[in-house]
C-alpha cells in the first residue's frame, strides 16, 4: 500500500494543480485501478481511502 501512496502522490502533485479536469474543490479519481476522493485545500489535499484521510502537502 506504501508504494501505491507514494505513487499516487507523485501523480497528484504533478498533475492536480495543473489539469482542468481536475479543476474542482472536490473530486473523484481513479489511480492504477483504485478510487480516490479528493479535496483540495488551500495547503494541501485531503485524499480520502476508504475510512482514512490523508493530507498531502501542496507545492
Known amino acids: 500500500m506504501q508504494i501505491e501512496l507514494n ?3 507523485n ?3 504533478s498533475t ?3 489539469s482542468a ?4 474543490d472536490a473530486f473523484a ?4 485501478g483504485a478510487r480516490y476522493y479528493v479535496e483540495r485545500k ?4 485531503a485524499i480520502h481511502i476508504g475510512s482514512e484521510v490523508h493530507k498531502l502537502p501542496r507545492c
Open 21 to 24: 479536469e481536475f479543476e474542482d
Open 7 to 9: 505513487a499516487f502522490a
Open 42 to 45: 488551500r495547503n494541501h489535499f
Open 29 to 32: 479519481v481513479t489511480f492504477e
Open 11 to 13: 501523480y497528484a502533485l
Open 16 to 18: 492536480f494543480d495543473y
